[in-house]
T-cell receptor, first 114, second 115 residues
Framework: DADVTQTPRNRITKTGKRIMLECSQTKGHDRMYWYRQDPGLGLRLIYYSFDVKDINKGEISDGYSVSRQAQAKFSLSLESAIPNQTALYFC?????????????FGQGTRLTVV | AQTVTQSQPEMSVQEAETVTLSCTYDTSESDYYLFWYKQPPSRQMILVIRQEAYKQQNATENRFSVNFQKAAKSFSLKISDSQLGDAAMYFCAYRSRGGADGLTFGKGTHLIIQP
């Protein structure tokens, strides 16, 4: 089983719909992140969380919200999806005290807004 | 804010040859980490190699090595004996020592391996 699991892996939704992307991890890391990948732009940080009570905006948080339901779960929501939110979304975890300095990524969620 | 620049959108190399991917970054910090991630068509993000800024020795992982030039803020990745399985997007990334706010990525280099 993957250490960082994202669901769904692929999703097509309509403009204006609310959608939630979920992420769970078994690595025991405190820090969790949501990134967005667009062709030619690399990955950009949307939100990050240090623990259940600590949520922080990243570079491109407009149009998104998050929920840290537990240490192991971090969800990303699009309240009203729009076509330019079509992208590949990654959840990641890290903890310098446990796993080193790198980020550990989920498999990604391909979201298409039509 | 830190920035990471990969100036080569696409590179092509013959199988078994050596290729170098370029990365430059801008930061005012003195202590940080640099990474190269590989993203094959499966889209999984795979860590290739990491470098700690306070270590002068260049990191090496099998066929992968880096040329870390701290003063020049340069962090290139050399792939020796290129294999078909090396074909992927490669992302250079930066993290400050505290690492609190995640990674800053470059835009990526698409590596093509010619058989």
């Amino acid at each position: 089983d993957a250490d960082v699991t994202q669901t769904p892996r692929n999703r097509i939704t309509k403009t204006g719909k609310r959608i939630m992307l979920e992420c769970s991890q078994t690595k025991g890391h405190d820090r969790m992140y949501w990134y967005r990948q667009d062709p030619g732009l690399g990955l950009r940080l949307i939100y990050y969380s240090f623990d259940v009570k600590d949520i922080n905006k990243g570079e491109i948080s407009d149009g998104y919200s998050v929920s840290r339901q537990a240490q192991a779960k971090f969800s990303l929501s699009l309240e009203s999806a729009i076509p330019n939110q079509t992208a590949l979304y990654f959840c990641a975890t890290s903890d310098p005290n446990r796993g080193g300095t790198e980020a550990f990524f989920g498999q990604g969620t391909r979201l298409t807004v039509v | 804010a830190q920035t990471v620049t990969q100036s080569q959108p696409e590179m092509s190399v013959q199988e078994a040859e050596t290729v170098t991917l370029s990365c430059t970054y801008d930061t005012s910090e003195s202590d940080y980490y640099l990474f190269w991630y590989k993203q094959p068509p499966s889209r999984q993000m795979i860590l290739v190699i990491r470098q700690e800024a306070y270590k002068q020795q260049n990191a090496t992982e099998n066929r992968f090595s880096v040329n870390f030039q701290k003063a020049a803020k340069s962090f290139s990745l050399k792939i020796s004996d290129s294999q078909l399985g090396d074909a992927a997007m490669y992302f250079c990334a930066y993290r400050s020592r505290g690492g609190a706010d995640g990674l800053t990525f470059g835009k990526g280099t698409h590596l093509i391996i010619q058989p």
